[in-house]
């Protein structure tokens, strides 16, 4: 068996297959997230390692699953989190995360600089890892001066299973310091923020062996004492390993905390004009393009807290059946916004309230006022010549169907389903956990699995929603001009 851990935002899953790729068992356990300040995105590193071994405790309660067969380890993992690590491994601080937006104006001092569009090919976005660094030299210059190691917060797992500072292509890209086209670190890109290659991991494939588990933590685990771990990747190409997602022309839209729309490609193809991330996939010589929706899911669930429901209820109440565009529009900017906008100052709105406006009209301009951010992205990559033939849907959104549908009718474009699709990053960290282990051929493992169900665009709403998208994209700039 291999064992695919994702280290998420919101929890950490933790996926069991056997050699032919069966799921024979899936857990998690939940994390939470800190909020010190408007803005402000941190985790503690010791609940990522206290939530997996919560997760690969609870494989074993519900199957017959024997921990003892675990032949090779895969990771997946949230991107850009900045884990600060002193000369013994421990902490400095809590992790600044993903969708935490403080250095924006640190990304902003960085991408003035041409050589890291020229070198990464993408724009220093505020998420990313290397402003976040800035950020401590300019506020904590005394933490700063102690850093002796920097790791990405799956890369900080990988620390605690093999005592090994790791991290690969896919991940690294999203800190601004990598050069994607060539595939290592970049001495300039680090000089510029005061820091070398000495505090960085070393680079791995995705699919490589990067390290082996320690006894003492097989032990604790009920897991083979030094099997190997291997390199992994972000949560995206994770997931984008688990669908077979490998092909040009071929992507998914995730509906997770944040929204993705990702498409592979056989070539690095930067263009970071159109704000469209260009990163490394998790499998070599293939690189793959994002857009990137930074509050997705997580406008659900803020809605669902600002009601004081959950968002199973919200979403039950709007039914089955896709209703006409919403008379409320709703610009979902709560952490700012990467693509196409680049605007971490940015916040979202609600427009055309009135006396008569229900929750129920609320949770419909969210859903569609998502889509709508997700058409953005995929206009972006059209920009760049990137089209999408095939695409399909993946995390907690969607298990909704009133959701994918309204997605696959805001793009116009048929949306495929498939089974268990929620534990897609976890799939491909463990089909990437069995490629180290067996040395396989990464694309014979990465087959795409089966389609489910197909959800078409509804044909009899597709005008309207057009329409409506055309006055959403009219809100940025206003909206904008009121700061």
Not at 145 to 162: F, G, S
Not at 343 to 363: N, W
Not at 435 to 450: F, H, M, S
Request: aromatic share 6%; hydrophobic share 40%.
């Amino acid at each position: 068996m291999y064992l695919g851990i994702d280290l998420g935002t919101s929890g950490v899953k933790a996926l069991l297959i056997d050699e032919a790729q069966n799921v024979i068992s899936a857990a998690s356990a939940s994390l939470q997230v800190s909020h010190p300040f408007d803005g402000g995105s941190e985790q503690n590193p010791q609940d990522w390692i206290d939530a997996t071994r919560a997760a690969i405790a609870k494989l074993t309660y519900n199957s017959d699953a024997n921990l003892g067969l675990v032949r090779g380890i895969g990771l997946s993992g949230q991107m850009h989190g900045a884990t600060v690590l002193d000369r013994t491994g421990t902490p400095l601080r809590p992790a600044i995360l993903w969708n935490d937006i403080r250095s924006y104006a640190q990304a902003r001092k960085l991408d003035e600089n041409p050589v890291f569009r020229e070198i990464t090919g993408n724009i220093v976005f505020p998420g990313f890892t290397a402003p976040k660094l800035l950020w401590l030299k300019t506020h904590e210059p005394e933490l700063f001066q102690k850093i002796a190691m920097v790791l990405l917060p799956k890369d900080y797992l990988r620390l605690w299973l093999t005592g090994e500072c790791v991290s690969d292509m896919s991940d690294a890209s999203g800190t601004s310091w990598l050069d994607v086209g060539q595939r290592k670190w970049s001495e300039p890109l680090l000089s510029a923020c005061h820091l070398s290659t000495d505090q960085m991991p070393s680079l791995v494939e995705g699919t490589e062996v990067s390290g082996f588990l320690r006894g003492s933590i097989a032990t604790e685990l009920g897991l083979p004492a030094g099997i190997p771990v291997a390199g992994g990747a972000g949560d995206n190409a994770a997931s984008a390993v688990g669908l077979g997602t490998t092909a040009s022309g071929h992507g998914f839209a995730s509906l997770g905390t944040s929204g993705v729309v990702f498409a592979a490609n056989d070539q690095f193809s930067p263009a970071p004009e159109s704000a469209v991330h260009a990163f490394c996939h998790a499998l070599p010589n293939l690189w793959h393009q994002m857009g990137v929706v930074l509050s997705a899911g997580d406008s659900l669930s803020w809605l669902s807290k600002a009601l004081g429901t959950n968002t199973a209820v919200l979403l039950d109440e709007l039914g089955r059946n896709l209703a006409p565009p919403s008379k409320t529009m709703f610009l979902p900017y709560l952490s700012g916004e990467r693509t196409p906008h680049n605007d971490a100052e940015i916040r979202g709105a609600f427009l055309g309230l009135s006396q008569m406006s229900t929750p129920l009209d609320m949770t419909q301009a969210v859903l569609e006022g998502v889509a709508f951010a997700f058409r953005d992205s995929v206009e972006a990559l059209k920009q760049t010549g990137t089209q999408l033939e095939n695409l399909s849907v993946v995390g907690g959104g969607s298990k909704s169907n009133y959701w994918v549908e309204l997605l696959a009718t805001v793009l116009n474009q048929p949306c495929n389903l498939h089974a268990e699709s929620e534990i897609g990053a976890a799939l491909g960290a463990a089909r990437l956990g069995m490629i180290a282990a067996e040395n396989a051929d990464p694309l014979d493992v990465c087959k795409p699995p089966p389609v489910v169900r197909q959800i078409i665009p509804n044909a009899s709403l597709h005008a309207a929603f057009n329409e409506t998208y055309q006055l959403y994209r009219n809100t940025y700039p206003a909206l904008k001009g009121i700061k």
